[in-house]
């Protein structure tokens, strides 16, 4: 809300924009609900990846950060070492470390980035890779190429990174459940730094 206000004080925004984001923004509370509702679905792909040594997580455009997130989170919490990275990078050093041992996560909601992204998919299923996948509900272009579909409801797609990390913080609590580890209590982690 703060940033639509800032950009309609500038004069950035016309009004029928202006309604429409916070129209848009009054949908969130719905989406994340149902994206929470599918925690099952999510816990059954954990038990698959509960032993995975590492991970990559691929993200474009305002989900690219949500893919550094989601690879932070599992690390915090499940101690898998995990990586993310922008998606257009991945022939430049990630793609060596891509094989059927190198679970693969890439954000591929309904966006701008969509058919990027797909590209992605087809490149680390081309290494092998087990792919799982966070989309739309509805997208049978990824359901056919990943192995696993972590589904969002039709979401706005400049408030998707909102509800695409939910999947992916979901999903990092299971996998750290099944090992057996404390996720309230992260081992070498604190809650604040302090710079000397």
């Given amino acids: 809300m703060l940033a639509i206000l800032l950009a309609d004080l500038r004069g950035t925004l016309d009004s029928a924009t202006r309604r429409q984001l916070v129209a848009d923004l009054r949908l969130v509370p719905d989406l994340v609900g149902q994206t929470l509702a599918r925690e099952d679905e ?41 990586e993310g990275y922008p998606a257009g990078e991945m022939k430049h050093g990630p793609i060596a470390l891509i094989d059927e041992e190198m679970p693969v996560i890439c954000l591929a909601p309904q966006d701008p980035w969509h058919e990027k ?49 939910i999947p992916l913080q979901v999903l990092a609590y299971h996998i750290a459940s099944l090992r057996g580890l404390d996720v309230d209590q992260p081992r070498n982690l604190a809650k604040s730094v302090t710079v000397e």
């Fill in 42 to 82: 999510i816990e059954k792909v954990a038990h698959e990846l509960k032993d995975m040594k590492g991970c990559l997580y691929l993200g474009r455009g305002i989900n690219m950060p949500i893919a550094y997130e989601g690879a932070l989170k599992l690390k915090e919490i499940s101690y898998i070492h995990a």
């Fill in 117 to 165: 992204m797909i590209s992605q998919i087809q490149q680390a299923k081309a290494r092998n890779a087990p792919v799982i996948a966070v989309a739309t509900d509805g997208d049978t272009l990824v359901a056919d190429m990943a192995d696993h579909v972590l589904w969002i409801p039709p979401t706005p797609w400049m408030l998707s990174p909102v509800v695409t990390v």
